[in-house]
């Protein structure tokens, strides 16, 4: 198929302006962006990996993150002083990570250390949300994770502390609790609009993961009968999932894993083989690209409209005005006690597989 004559001249536009600034440039883009923008950045993968990148490249001057906001945000926290982060599109935000904002996860921090202690709890922070939740979980002795590294994560709060405040999505810290074991009598749900975030003073004292009442719109798009359906279409495909979905699709699933997973557990598999993936629909299609040898399927079709708002020409309008435009910064203050918190998280080991 031939490439339209304007994104032809956009992408030759971007590549004139990157070789122009040379090392002085990283271009960082996420699993879900779409083909055009993966081709053209420096470093692809999830939120850790580029968390990593981020941190790892202290020499570049200019990070441009083809991404949504608190990936970008987190690359700010961990740049140097002579380091600019800009992002394409400033409006490329994250459903999930509006769902818990520094007010309702300070009550309820409250409300559960007057019943436990706050010694006891560990707060941790899904990387889908904002600077001030990092901070917050900096300050009380928390850290941050990704869905590459959950569990590990999980594993070092609960050998600091009895109990873990994970937010703010429930789905990825159920299936990580259920993975290590926990009864479902030691995992309740914080609805920040209920009082006590809908649980009684017994249901706080013995619960050991307590999930803020969050999630993701692409992953929670996946239901039981989507895989049912394609079980009996393909009943020789593997189904792989991302863990943010519910807990009844992941029981479902052969296997279930991050972005980076599911990279390579497509990469891994055998000429031949059918893999029916549940996670947003454009690294699903650019995994079918470059995997021919083998069938790469949909569970069911799920955009993340916030990913998409990246393109071609917001990319190269940010290049033209390289270190002026959609500047992403963070107030010192919160920017320090973030940085214990992620610095905390890249010490963790990655379950990449």
């Known amino acids: 198929m031939a490439v339209p004559v304007e994104t032809e001249k956009l992408v030759g536009d971007i590549r004139a302006i990157k070789e122009a600034l040379g090392k002085e440039l990283l271009i960082l883009t996420h699993h879900y962006q779409r083909k055009e923008i993966i081709d053209l950045g420096d470093f692809r993968g999830d939120s850790f990996g580029l968390s990593q990148k981020a941190a790892e490249n202290s020499q570049v001057r200019f990070i441009v993150f083809c991404g949504v906001h608190f990936m970008a945000e987190s690359a700010a926290i961990l740049a140097q002083p002579h380091q600019t982060v800009q992002i394409p599109d400033y409006e490329a935000g994250c459903w999930m990570a509006d769902m818990a904002d520094s007010h309702d996860v300070e009550k309820a921090w409250e409300e559960i250390a007057s019943i436990s202690g706050d010694s006891t709890v560990v707060p941790l922070v899904y990387m889908n949300s904002d600077a001030y939740l990092k901070a917050f979980c900096g300050r009380h002795g928390g850290t941050v994770c990704t869905s590459s590294n959950a569990d590990q994560a ?200």
């Not at 914080?190 to 993961?209: C, M, Q, T, V």
């Not at 929670?220 to 991302?242: C, S, W």
Request: glycine share 8%; aromatic share 6%; hydrophobic share 40%.
């Open 154 to 353: 999980m594993r070092w709060g609960f050998s600091i502390g009895q109990k873990i405040l994970f937010f703010p999505d429930q789905h990825l810290g159920r299936n990580v609790g259920n993975q290590m074991g926990l009864k479902p009598e030691e995992m309740i749900v914080w609805d920040p609009k209920k009082p006590s975030g809908g649980n009684g003073p017994e249901d706080i004292a013995r619960a050991r993961l307590i999930l803020w009442d969050g999630y993701c719109l692409v992953h929670t798009r996946f239901e039981v009968e989507h895989i049912l359906q394609m079980r009996e279409k393909f009943p020789e495909a593997k189904i792989v999932v991302h863990p943010e979905c519910t807990q009844e699709v992941v029981a479902l699933s052969d296997a279930c894993g991050s972005t980076s997973f599911i990279v390579n557990y497509v990469k891994n598999a055998p000429p031949g083989a059918t893999i029916i993936i549940g996670t947003e629909i454009n690294l699903i299609h650019r995994l079918a690209l470059v995997n021919r040898d083998k069938t790469v399927l949909e569970l069911h079709r799920s955009l993340c409209p916030n990913m998409f708002r990246i393109n071609l020409k917001n990319l190269l309008w940010t290049l033209e005005n390289i270190g002026q435009v959609n500047v992403v910064t963070v107030p010192d203050a919160v920017k320090a006690d973030a940085l214990i918190a992620l610095n905390q998280m890249l010490k963790l080991p990655s379950n990449t597989g």
